[in-house]
């Protein structure tokens, strides 16, 4: 099946497609230019494999957290070039994503990805490697750093922004069970790809109207008003 992955939850335009077996992977940086440059960017990942747009048999995106702007990027290029084709789409969580960017994982690697969230809060997640796949052991949140939701065991790695941006009160909070932390990692539409190609291939897939971000500070503050 041909696919094509978009994400800008980040400060940068990735973009990557499969045609059969072969790969084609773009991660430029952006900053406020995102909406400007993704079209070029999908135009130049899929020219260099020769593969029509009309040809491309379903889309997958980085539907967040992240930066709401290009949360919303994503979105609406995902849903555009969906509806255009009649193809369906797959939403890929950019924590999940974060932590698929690790290399060299064992198969019961554990990851804490951890993104800045900006006003002093981070939005965080815990991931176990399986056999089968990624284990949720800590859902997507948003937290202040010194509150992040504890782990049981030692050997986590630790990747994400949010390691960066606090001063180290995220990794204090885990203290010894770190084995290696990755403060520049960042999602990319490599790992949103490699993450969607089996679930397009169990049918797993949603119409491109329901693409939508998913934006988690908003989340907890509905909750928190009680509405």
Known sequence: MNLLAIDTS???CSVAACHGET???RHERAGQRQAEMILDVV???LAELQLPLKDIGGIAYGAGPGSFTGLRVACGVTQGLALARGIGVVSI???LALAEEIEGKAADARVIACLDAHMGEVYHAAYRKT???????HAPGVYRPEGVPAVSGDGWVGCGSGFAAHEGQVAARYRNQLSSIHPDLVPTALAVLKLAVPRFAAGEVMDAAEAVPVYLREKVAFK???R
């Open 224 to 226: 928190a008003g009680g």
């Open 23 to 25: 790969l084609a992977f």
């Open 93 to 95: 969580g950019t924590l």
């Open 43 to 45: 135009e130049s990942v």
């Open 10 to 12: 980040a400060d940068f």
């Open 131 to 137: 056999a089968t796949g990624w284990d949720e052991v």
